[in-house]
């Protein structure tokens, strides 16, 4: 006997199981990356792919892979590094849209990307194809800002927020499931700041976390599945700022590396309920800027 697949069914994507944290500074630039298993145990360093950079972006894409893209080499940058189903980096693709850093990228529509925002600031975004292309830039919508953060939320959406625009902001954009960009929402009750992170968890909810307003925070705010950002969650682990975040496990999350005095290797993992956990001893080069997506 056949299963019986019931009409309009999807079948469940298998991504998100691993991921990978990659490039940023040491104090130099960095090119190598770390995996993550999908138990949220992070390798050490393997060699560089791909020009160094720092303060790149970097989401999932087609399901089942990634992509790194933009930063700085002490010139802002757009090129972009692809990242296959088995966590290889590919070599530099030739750059599309206007070169940048300090900004954020998150999935949405289940298998495309959007990177948007970043130093100037501006608020500029550029979609990712579910084959992995980056198209010329769109329009900017919503306040112009830099060092602001990104994540996937309700399975197909997505949510910029936080960062900086002359001052420190905790503005908010949703991304719909077509990658739409939506007018600022007002602030929220979380505080802000700017040189976070965010990721997903839960299958549905996302997380921002970390950060810095002239100090370093530890704090997290989460986002429903509807894309509503909570007040502050009080801080677990170490405050810094300059971090990565991505998923992993299909439905947890990892934070990793960042600045607090001096550069850090340490991680932080994310239930699947968006309770994070105290630091766990860093593995790999300690640094600040990197990116992170999931992949596989």
Known sequence: MFPIIPANSVAEEAGNDEG???????????????????????????????TARAKPSACEYGG????????????????????????VVS??????????????????????????????????????SNA???????????????????????????????GHDGSYASTSNLVSNTGVVASDQAATTGTARAYLTACSFGEDKGIFGFGYDGSNYSLT????????????????????????????????GIFGYGENGGNSSLTNLVSNVGVVASDT????????????????
Not at 29 to 40: D, F, Q, V, W
Not at 74 to 79: A, E
Request: glycine share 18%; proline share 2%; with cysteine.
């Open 64 to 87: 089942d892979k990634g992509i790194f893209g933009y930063g700085t080499t002490g010139s802002s940058v757009s090129m972009t590094n692809l990242v296959s189903n088995t966590g």
């Open 281 to 296: 001893a860093g593995v790999g080069t300690a640094r600040e800027g990197p990116a992170a997506c999931s992949f596989n």
């Open 221 to 252: 705010n989460l986002v429903s599945n509807a894309g509503v950002v909570a007040s502050d969650t009080a801080g677990v682990g170490t405050a810094r700022r300059s971090i990565a975040a991505t998923q992993y496990g299909e439905d947890k």
């Open 20 to 50: 990978i944290f990659g490039f940023g500074a040491d104090p130099y630039y960095a090119g190598y990356t770390n995996l993550i298993s999908n138990t949220g145990v992070v390798s050490s360093d393997v060699a560089a792919v791909g």
């Open 91 to 128: 070599s530099d693709v030739t750059g599309v849209g206007t070169a940048r850093n300090e900004l954020a990228a998150c999935s949405y529509g289940s298998d495309k990307g959007i990177f948007g925002f970043g130093n100037g600031p501006v608020s500029m975004t550029n979609l990712v």
């Open 132 to 162: 992995g292309v980056v198209a010329s830039d769109t329009a900017g919508v919503g306040t112009a800002r830099r060092t602001l953060a990104a994540c996937e939320f309700g399975g197909d959406k997505a949510i910029f927020g936080f």
